[in-house]
């Protein structure tokens, strides 16, 4: 591919987030609710699309959780029903149960879906009593260790030796500003403040080509590889490529987080990768093999 710009996503990516997001996600739902779905179905709403942070994720899962309560649904027809939109996320998830229920099971559900708190329990498992106070400004709901501290690191320090030596790197994530500096920091990243985009920076989130063709533009490329986790991260450089034609964009599916094995390379195909790669650690012989 020869790119003159490599873009990496940070979460299956860079960094291990099965037992820290993923597991946030479903312990969320489960303390507010009493139930919830397994961690293996967090991909299918992934996999619907539109699921820029794990926030919404959470809220969508547990919106489920509520629905099926009041009139059964399979997870499968819900997040298929998500998919079917047009963007995907969590307005099409809101869709969804309101096609689902009548007009008395809607609002019941409405008034005891609370986003809010959802939110406030995520963090709290998520960052830890201490870093809550430190991000959030406030005292957590409970205190918790904090799942950020279980994100195994992903990339060795030699393939980043070799991409920041071969290419203008940058990062483009769905986490938080203050999250993203914490991983990056894990890693041994460091990328200046123009060269990224995290939650903070933009509001469309992926896969609107805004960010990915900004970050081409500011580092004066020809060719930009993508790497992500999803199948958004895939469609992302794909819109990119229609937005911004005299630009060769490629999007790269990378199977360490929720895709794996030979359906997760069918999936990203199925959606205009360029290439599937096992690992973030096999993006520099892809990129740069001649070299």
């Known amino acids: 591919m020869h790119a003159d710009a490599v873009v990496l996503d940070i979460d299956g990516v860079l960094l291990d987030v099965a037992d820290s997001y993923r597991r946030a996600i479903v312990e969320s739902v489960e303390r507010l609710y009493d139930r919830t779905i397994d961690r293996d179905d967090v991909q299918r709403f992934k996999d619907a699309g539109g699921f820029n942070n794990d926030w919404d994720v959470t809220y969508a899962a547990a919106l489920y959780v509520l629905v099926d309560e009041r009139e059964p649904i399979a997870l499968s027809t819900f997040t298929d029903g998500i998919a079917a939109e047009a963007n995907g996320g969590l307005d099409a998830a809101e869709s969804v149960a309101a096609d689902h229920l009548d007009d008395d099971d809607l609002a019941a559900v409405r008034e005891a879906w609370d986003r809010e708190r959802l939110r406030e329990v995520f963090q709290a498992l998520y960052l830890g009593t201490d870093l809550y106070r430190e991000l959030e400004g406030g ?50 990243l460091s990328v200046p403040d123009e060269h990224r985009f995290t939650m903070d920076d933009w509001t469309e989130g ?9 970050l081409a ?11 992500g986790d999803t199948l958004d991260d895939v469609k992302t450089a794909v819109n990119a490529a229609a937005a911004d034609p005299g630009r060769m964009y490629h999007g790269v599916g990378v199977l360490t987080g929720g895709l794996t094995g030979e359906s997760g390379r069918e999936a990203y195909k199925s959606v205009g990768a360029t290439a599937v790669v096992e690992s973030v650690n096999d993006l520099p012989s892809l990129v740069f093999e001649a070299e």
């Not at 994100?151 to 999250?179: C, F, I, K, W, Y």
């Not at 992926?206 to 900004?214: D, G, I, N, V, Y």
């Open 139 to 188: 005292e957590p709901p409970f205190e918790a260790p904090g799942y950020i501290h279980d994100e195994p690191v992903l990339v060795d320090s030699e393939t980043l030796d070799r991409l920041q030596s071969n290419a203008a790197v940058g990062v483009l994530t769905g986490r938080p500003a203050a999250e993203a500096d914490i991983a990056l920091d894990r890693v041994g």
């Open 206 to 214: 992926k896969p609107s080509p805004e960010a990915l063709t900004t």
């Open 217 to 227: 533009d500011r580092f004066d490329a020809e060719t930009v590889v993508f790497a």
